[in-house]
Each structure stands twice: as C-alpha cells, then as structure tokens.
C-alpha cells in the first residue's frame, strides 16, 4: 500500500470524540466521498470453514501464525491479533437449538456423559453397535455451535486513530481506518486504546497490524477478499446504511421464525463508539462471542481528563506558592 497524504488541506476533522457522525469522511475532510462502506456478519449462518481467515492472508501477506492446538474446539488462532486479521470463533453450548424448534430443550440429557459411553453397547453408536440410538429424542442434542468471523470494528469514533501520534493510522474516503505502515513508529498508543483489543504490534519490529477492510481492493471497485470468499454470505460487504436496513429484516425474519435471541450488535449509531462500520448479527449475548458487552471509545472523556488534571495543577501550585510564601516569613 503506497502512503496516503491524508485528506484534502483546509478541512480538519472535527473533534467530535463521542455520539453520531452521519459522515466520517466528510468529517475527515473529503470532499464529495463515496458511501461509507462495510461489513454485516450474519453469524447464524457461519459455518466456521475459515475461508475469509485463509483469503485475508493471501490477499494481504498476512504472516502465518502457528497452527497450535488450543484446547478451544476447533479454534486455532484464538482471536485477532497483528498476524490475524479475521478470526472465526467456535463457541459450543449446551442450550436448546432454538427457539423455533419447541420441545427440543432436554434438560436431563448430558451429552459429553453419552459421547463417552458411545461404543460400550449394541444400541450405542459406535465400534460394534448394532442400533444405532440417539441422546435425545428425535436425534437432537442440546449441544449447539455458534460460529462467528470476527474483525475490525472500524469505529465511526476509533480511539486509535485518536491517539496516533504519527498519522499512521487514518481514515479513508470509505469511512474505514487504515494503518500505514511505513510511517508507524511502533509507539503502541493505539493498542490499549482499542475498546475491542483488535490492533496488535508484531514482535519482530513493533509496528502495528489489522484489518484494512482491503483499501487497495474497494479503491478498484472489488469487494474485501473475506466476503469473497465466504460461501454462505455470512459476510456481507456494502454501503453501511443498506447493510444495516439488510440486518434490521433478518433480524425480523428470525424473530418470527422463533429465534428470539437474535440480534444486532455495533450497528446502532448510538452506541459508545458511534456505530460499528463492521457489525453483527448474534444469537447470544456478545461476552459469549468474546466481544464487549457495551464498548465505548477510550478518548470520549479525554476533554474532561484534561480539564480536571489543568485544575489539579493549578491546585498544587497554589498550595506550592501559599507554602513558599509561609516559609519566607
């Protein structure tokens, strides 16, 4: 990615650090920009094969980073981070499977208790059964995966752009923010100011690292390899005000189906960060995707910190003179 100059001379952004911004990159000083674009992940319809993982690192040179084994399901990168850019969580529950299926909750049924008697008789399944038979009625367990591909949130206040204190990390004319980096110093303001701990510095040189939403492709008119590559459309990419009007009726169609869990997360522009330009559609509560329950960007107080940290100053050199005028007497 070649440097980016920044937006155009004349027009500074606004330091509007909390609340609703219709338009963050006329905010960031573009003139006549694009719609502002992003991403809706339909999480009830992941189906957890990795693909956008595998397609962002090709596309963008992403460094490997260790096929361990975590003990997590089938989970092996754990979460985002500077050589991880797109990560699908695995969550297993042991919960009913919806609630469009009445009846299916069995609450006297274990399964992990089933699977290690599984085999150990005819009617188990397993090496040397005969009958196969289920843990549950109808064939159903109350053992339930919920998949979810997680990224940068790409925050209409995003308080690591705030702190940066090189300009490395900017805003681009689709309201997304990107790091450059060939001009980060590998300060690592950013990192703890992130509300959803995605930024990431790499070790070998301590340069910052995430998701750009593919900048390079959006600016030839291609859609970000992750949604690409996806073949159920968990990840959809878009204009944001078609997206969020897009997950509002899958939302709604859910809700009728019976699914009454579901719901949206990071697409309201009311929220502590001023709406998510990459949100979610979820079927439990977010902590159990490992995501925050009520994020809000770091700098949002920066105003008020700075004015009772001038108060306290003055306070101690008043005390510091009043004490040195008492002393000389």
Not at 25 to 38: I, K, L, S
Not at 202 to 226: F, H, I, N
Not at 275 to 296: C, I, K, M, S
Request: net charge negative; charged share 20%; aromatic share 8%.
């Amino acid at each position: 990615m070649t440097q980016h100059d920044g937006p155009p001379p004349g027009r500074a952004e606004r330091h509007l650090l909390y609340g609703e911004r219709p338009d963050v990159a006329g905010a960031a000083g573009y003139t006549d920009p694009p719609p502002r674009m992003g991403f809706f992940t339909d999480t009830s319809v992941c189906i957890g094969c990795k693909a956008c993982e595998v397609a962002c690192k090709e596309w963008n040179a992403v460094p490997e980073d260790g096929l361990e084994f975590t003990g997590m399901s089938y989970d092996n990168t754990q979460g985002l981070g500077a050589d991880t850019w797109r990560h699908v969580a695995f969550v297993e529950q042991r919960e009913q499977l919806g609630g469009q299926e009445p009846g299916v909750a069995h609450a006297g049924t274990d399964v992990f208790e089933a699977a290690r008697r599984l085999g150990t008789s005819p009617s188990s399944p397993g090496p040397g059964a005969t009958t196969p038979a289920p843990v549950a009625p109808d064939g159903r367990t109350e053992l339930r995966w919920l998949m979810s591909s997680d990224v940068c949130k790409h925050c209409t206040h995003a308080a690591c752009l705030d702190v940066c204190p090189t300009g490395s990390l900017f805003r681009t004319e689709f309201g997304t923010v990107v790091v450059q980096k060939d001009i980060c110093n590998g300060c690592g303001y950013c990192v703890p100011a992130c509300p959803y701990g995605v930024i990431d510095q790499r070790p070998d040189d301590g340069r910052v690292w995430k998701c750009t939403l593919c900048y390079d492709r959006l600016g030839v008119g291609m859609e970000p390899a992750c949604a690409k590559a996806c073949p159920t459309e968990s990840i959809q990419f878009g204009p944001l005000e078609e997206l969020r009007e897009r997950a509002a009726a899958r939302v709604a169609r859910l809700h009728a189906a019976g699914v009454t869990d579901a719901r949206l997360y990071g697409e309201s522009p009311d929220d502590g960060v001023g709406g998510d330009g990459a949100f979610f559609l979820l079927l439990d509560e977010p902590e159990v995707y490992g995501l925050p329950p009520d994020p809000v960007v770091t700098t949002r107080d920066l105003p008020s910190m700075w004015r009772h940290a001038g108060a306290a100053a003055v306070t101690l050199a008043a005390c510091a003179a009043v004490c040195f005028v008492k002393g000389t007497r």
